[in-house]
């Protein structure tokens, strides 16, 4: 499933966020840092399931997508510790 949003913070400050929290807020389900790049980082977790979160500018702020097959509960409190840039999420 592909979730999307768009926050006030910049595409580093999500990146950084998504590392800490999906390493250690994911109780039974850890994701760790597989790839990374300056607008992406890619997640390896239980039974090798994926997780990828990839933000990038927009014309009203840091667009967020993320995709993963197991982990959408997860994807979703994530995103909902984020900042939403002009009360619009989508």
Known sequence: MIHEMITSLSAAEVLDRA???FAERVPNYGAFLEKEG???ATFRGQGGE???VAAFDAENGTRIRA???LFDQAIGRFLSTLPVAGGSAT
């Open 50 to 52: 994926e997780l990828t």
């Open 19 to 21: 590392k800490v929290f």
């Open 38 to 40: 300056p607008t992406y």
């Open 67 to 69: 995709s993963t097959l």
